[in-house]
Each structure stands twice: as structure tokens, then as C-alpha cells.
């Protein structure tokens, strides 16, 4: 103990303590907390006084521009004396996440343009080229999101798989006990549905995985926290800022941290499209697609009414096709499954965005969503729930 007292000598107290959220639901996993440091102090000196008290070495640790943190494992006895730790601003317990996708079928300013027609296309990729429903083909210009990478926060992504062409690969794993290997197939699907040469919205995007879920589609928000961390500093590393985006097909109950860490994200230039989630509630109660901050997806179907699934409200910015999604699957390089989530409409936005970012050039999260909102195809949703906005994903091609 003497250790730390000199250090409070050395920096003088001037924090209050941190405020707890104890709160048990069914999602809390017990003994586990995210730490969220206030904005003002350093993180390395906020972890040194807090493993000098509570001599326990931190999971996990975040440094995303405005947002540092890191998450622990302790009894609830210890939090009280935790809280006191000089920069902690606020304590949350560590909860369960998971990929956004109920439903499993049968495996198996507008610029020039340079079009080119995909017949035979999937309908979520016919839909979002047209106008009206019921049109085939997928219409879009041949720059096809070139140059543009897009980050797939998910159960890995089987970069083997012939759609990707050699242009996926795996950037970090953050589910321990698994390889990087995505066991589960989700995040494949949804890497499809952005970049895949078949399947795929920015058909010339690179993608890198990102493994935040395990091998039974289930993760924790101090995962999902480590992947958002470890996506924007890659980006920032390679000067992808402005060229990349964050695709999360996931989600759980509220949680601040998770909601002001995709802020920062976005708040360092990396656009981020999230699931809004597939309860069919509200999305304000769920994170991260309560994050005003991110371009939130809520599903539609082939009929263009609100998947019933899907949740909704003021907090979702757009809606895409969500049901019965075809897309790349593992077991073999040319597996598909069909199967439906907010998690299958927000790649599709996802790839939007790298799509309109390799046409149209570099914008602002907040101002790339905004963009996607202003093409979107009006009023034809049926049933879009109470405060959603009535806005279909649309390219912008003209058909």
C-alpha cells in the first residue's frame, strides 16, 4: 500500500470517486467490468495507480481518441474500493453480445458514371439498385468500392472463400480459447454481402476480420470494445482514415461504454454501420445501435415491409433487405447460406459506404450517413415502426 500512497501524494486527489452501474440482467456475465477513464486523465497512469490497489492486471485495455478504458475481472466487493482509483470515471458490468442474425435457412452529388449490371443478382442487391421492387440485376458503377477497406467486427471471416479473390484477410482475435478462424460463419455472410464478387455490394473492397465473437455466435462488450480499439488504430496506422469502414452485425443491451466508444470511432473518421437489432423493439435500448453517432440498419424484406424482427425507432438511420440474404458460408470455398438479421442489411450499408466513398471521395461519418439517407428510396416502407425514418438504401445509379 505504500506504493500507491506515494503516488496520491505525488498526483494530488482532485477526481470523485467513479459512479458503479451494478445492474444484473440476463446478458451481465458476473465478475467481469468495463472501466471507462475520464478524458482528462492518462491512461497509463490511471492503470498503474489501479494495479497497485487492487493488484489485478486489466483483460483488456482501450484507447480510442476520446475514449480510454480497459476491462478487469473482480468481485463486486472490491468495486467500491476500485471507484476511488484517481481518473476512473465510471464503472459498467461486462455483458454478452451477440451477432444479429435469428434466422438460419438451407446452406448452399451525383458523379459520372461507369454502370454495369449484374444479372441475376441477389434481391437485397437488385433492391438497392432500383427504384421499385421486384426489378433483377444489380446496377452499379465498375469503381465498386476500389480502394476502400472495410472492417468486419464479427465471428472472423473465412478468407479462403472465392468471393473475396484473395482481397480478405484476418487482422486480430480477440475470443480467446479460438483461432482466428471465423467457426461460426456469420461474420463470412456478412463479409459477402459488403465485398463479395457474387454476393457483395463494393465488389472490389478489401476486408479485414476482425474476431470479437466465438464459434457460437456470442461474445462480451469488452471484446466487441477491444475490436472497435484495434479496427480504428489499424486504420489510423495505414492511413485508411476517410477510406475505411466498421461493419458490426452485433449487438446486446444498453451500455454507455460501448455506445461512447463506437462515438470515438467515428469521431476519428472511421464510419461505422450497426445492426439495430432483431427484437422487434425500440433500438434506443440497445448498443451499439443507440449510438447516434453511427449510421444505425434496421431489415426490410422482399416486400419492402419492416422485417419483423427488427428493431426500430428514431435511433435507426436506414433501412436495407434483411431477409432471406444469401451470401458466403464456411466449410468450403464456395459454400453460401441463406439467412436473415439486421445483421444481413447492415453490410449492405456498409458496403454502401465504401461503395459511395470510392465514387464519390472521402466525407465525415456523419456526413457519409447523411449522404446515404438523401439517396435512400422514400416512403415505401410498410410498417417501419413508431419514430423510424422511412428510408430504403438505394445506390443512386438513376434505374
Known amino acids: 500500500m505504500r506504493s500507491f500512497f506515494t503516488l496520491l501524494l505525488a498526483v494530488p486527489a482532485v477526481f470523485a470517486d467513479a459512479t458503479i452501474d451494478k445492474r444484473q440482467t440476463a446478458n451481465t456475465i458476473p465478475g467481469k467490468w468495463i472501466a471507462r477513464v475520464d478524458d482528462n486523465s492518462v491512461l497509463a497512469t490511471v492503470l498503474q495507480a489501479f494495479r497497485t490497489l487492487a493488484a489485478i492486471t486489466p483483460t483488456h ?18 468495486l467500491t474500493l476500485i471507484s476511488t482509483v484517481g481518473g476512473i470515471k465510471s464503472i459498467e458490468p461486462d455483458t454478452k453480445v451477440f451477432a444479429s442474425a435469428p434466422v438460419s435457412m438451407n446452406p448452399d452529388v451525383m458523379v459520372k458514371r461507369a454502370l454495369t449490371t449484374q444479372n441475376g443478382a441477389e434481391y437485397g442487391l437488385a433492391r438497392i439498385s432500383h427504384r421499385s421492387k421486384g426489378q433483377s440485376g444489380y446496377i452499379y458503377d465498375t469503381s465498386a468500392g476500389a480502394g476502400t477497406t472495410v472492417y468486419v467486427i464479427d465471428t472472423g471471416v473465412y478468407t479462403q472463400h472465392s468471393e473475396f479473390g484473395g482481397r480478405a484477410t484476418m487482422g486480430a482475435n480477440f475470443v480467446s480459447g479460438e483461432s482466428a478462424t471465423d467457426g461460426n460463419g456469420h461474420g463470412t455472410h456478412c463479409a459477402g454481402t459488403v465485398a463479395g464478387s457474387t454476393y ?4 472490389k473492397a478489401n476486408i479485414i476480420g476482425v474476431k470479437v465473437l466465438g464459434s457460437n455466435g456470442s461474445g462480451s462488450n ?4 477491444a475490436g472497435i480499439d484495434w479496427a480504428v488504430k489499424d486504420a489510423q496506422n495505414k492511413g485508411l482514415v476517410g477510406k475505411s469502414v466498421i461493419s458490426m452485425s452485433l449487438g446486446g443491451g ?4 460501448s455506445n461512447d466508444a463506437v462515438k470515438s470511432a467515428t469521431s476519428a473518421g472511421v464510419f461505422a454501420a450497426i445492426a439495430a437489432g432483431n427484437d422487434g423493439k425500440d433500438a434506443r435500448n440497445y448498443s451499439p445501435a443507440s449510438e447516434t453517432s453511427a449510421c444505425t440498419v434496421g431489415a426490410t424484406d422482399s416486400n419492402d415491409a419492416k422485417a419483423s424482427f427488427s ?28 439467412i436473415s ?15 459511395l466513398i470510392a465514387l464519390e471521395g472521402s466525407r465525415s461519418p456523419s456526413a457519409l450517413c447523411s449522404r446515404i439517407q438523401s439517396l435512400s428510396t422514400k416512403n415505401v416502407i410498410t410498417s417501419a415502426g413508431s419514430g423510424s425514418p422511412n428510408y430504403l438504401a438505394y445506390n443512386g445509379n438513376g434505374a
Open 61 to 78: 485495455q482501450y484507447d480510442i481518441g476520446s475514449y480510454k478504458g480497459f476491462a478487469f475481472d473482480a468481485p463486486d466487493s472490491l
Open 200 to 203: 457483395g455490394v463494393a465488389k
Open 222 to 225: 469488452s471484446q466487441v470494445l
Open 254 to 257: 444498453f451500455s454507455q461504454q
Open 311 to 338: 428493431n426500430f425507432g428514431p435511433v435507426v438511420d436506414i433501412f436495407a433487405p434483411g431477409v432471406n440474404i444469401k451470401s458466403s458460408w464456411i466449410g468450403s470455398t464456395t459454400s453460401t447460406n441463406t
Open 341 to 355: 438479421g439486421t445483421s444481413m442489411a447492415t453490410p449492405h450499408i456498409a458496403g454502401l459506404a465504401a461503395y
